[in-house]
């Protein structure tokens, strides 16, 4: 086993963090350790906690550290937020709310951009995701905003989803119901003493019950808590709720070997298998310039993208085309 | 994908000062010159931000100090750093540093000091030109 493979596992923060970075920046050589990692993972609990921007999440998973780490379990967290699309920065800000657990060992904080490449937040979270439980975390939480498919898939490869919103956001929550509503575990109303939050209540309760069919027969129907996060009101019972999930999962499905499940095992593989291909088969025709020459001739009414598609993918990937690709003169 | 190296830089607000407007204006012209910027917070400890820092594995971390103590915060910051046995992470401050201060935290190691008057291109520029993401 590789040293960085060795110092993941016992513990190494350093380590961890450098590898975090690697596979943020893609380079190739992480997969060889995370190949080495992967029988160490599958241990940890996964908690996805999403939510509009300024609905209180890093301030309740600040809340949230103080009592696990309170039975002695160890944390890791993985604060998403957005990269500019303008400049490729980002100001990773979740952290202010949870530096108070900056000093102890039982947790490990890493904030990460979501950097707008071809899917690879979902990608390098999942193995960001691997690493911290391969560093032996009992629990890992995933804070994002949800926006997006592949924030919303980064949520949904959580043991439990979260769902945070505040009272007053009506039209919100039907907004974010087309992405992320359905796949909510627990449903949390934030700063509960605002006005409206009744109504929030209602609304999600509505909206749940809808679904009535969904969670026939003994099935988990997600419960709405009010919670005060910055003043740790209902924070408790929330964390109950996150283990009542927990012990649902453990009787309903085989076990916590919920991230071996083979819908689950099957969407990360086909996630992978893409970028993959992207990465190799697309950087290569860019570095040769095919791409580009591509481009000029459909620019140049040349070729059809289609045929121009054929032909740089099916040499690339080695299959004959079944016949002469045709190509210039088709338009 | 992306297999590119982003430079990560912690702005960072040591010891007992509020005042962050500074530290927000440097961090938000970091994010737009493409780093990614953690920022700290308000009132933390440099045992805090040198943790931090290492679990964020940024490439610099850069200090704000308006309150008269960067003496102690800033050598502090750069001496836990080599008790931990990072050796590559670059220290720079900025803020109300009087100029006889600043040879001094240059010789314990802070790579350079900015003071009041400085242009958020000169504060980039430098960045770019003495911090390689690793």
Known sequence: MSSVAEKVIAGDI???????????????????????????????????????????????????????????????????????????????????RMQRHSMDEGVFIRSMATRGHFGG???????????????GKDYIIVETVGVGQDEVDVVKSAHTTVIVVIPGMGDDIQ??????????????????????????????????????KKYEGGKWK??????????????????????????????????????????????????????????????NLTETGEFDRAVDSIVEGKLDPYSACDNLVLPALGVSSGGPVKGSEVL | MGNKRHIRVMVAKPGLDGHDRGARIIARAYRDAGFEVVYSGLHQTPEEIVEAAI????????LSSLAGAHNYLFPRTVELLREKGVDDIVVCGGGIIPDEDILALKEVGIKEIFTPGTTLDEVVKWVEENVKPR
Request: charged letters at 30%.
């Open chain 1, 14 to 96: 350093r380590a961890v963090a450098r590898l975090i970075r690697d596979i943020d920046d893609g380079m190739p050589e992480v997969r060889e350790i995370l190949k080495e990692l992967y029988p160490s993972t599958g241990k940890a609990y996964v908690i996805g906690i999403t939510g509009a921007p300024g609905v209180g999440k890093s301030t309740l998973v600040d809340q949230m550290l103080n009592h696990i780490r309170k039975d002695d379990k160890t944390v890791g967290v993985l604060a998403v937020d957005p990269t500019s699309p303008f400049s490729g920065g980002a100001i990773l800000g979740d952290r202010v």
């Open chain 1, 121 to 135: 937040l979902t990608q390098s979270t999942r193995s960001a995701i691997d690493v911290l439980d391969a560093m």
């Open chain 1, 175 to 212: 907004a974010i119901k087309a992405g992320i509503l359905e796949t909510g575990d627990i449903f949390l109303i934030n700063k509960a003493d605002r006005e409206g939050s009744d109504k929030t209540m209602s609304d999600l309760r509505l909206m749940i019950d809808m679904d009535k």
């Open chain 1, 222 to 283: 997600p419960p709405i808590l009010k919670v005060q996060a910055v003043f740790d009101a209902g924070v408790m019972e929330f964390l109950e709720e996150i283990e009542k999930h927990r012990q649902y999962l453990i009787e309903t499905s085989d076990g916590l070997q919920f991230r071996r499940k083979r819908n689950r095992v099957q969407d990360e593989l086909t996630e992978m298998v893409k970028n993959r291909l992207i990465e190799e088969v697309l950087e």
């Open chain 2, 55 to 62: 679990q964020e594995d940024v490439d610099m971390i850069g």
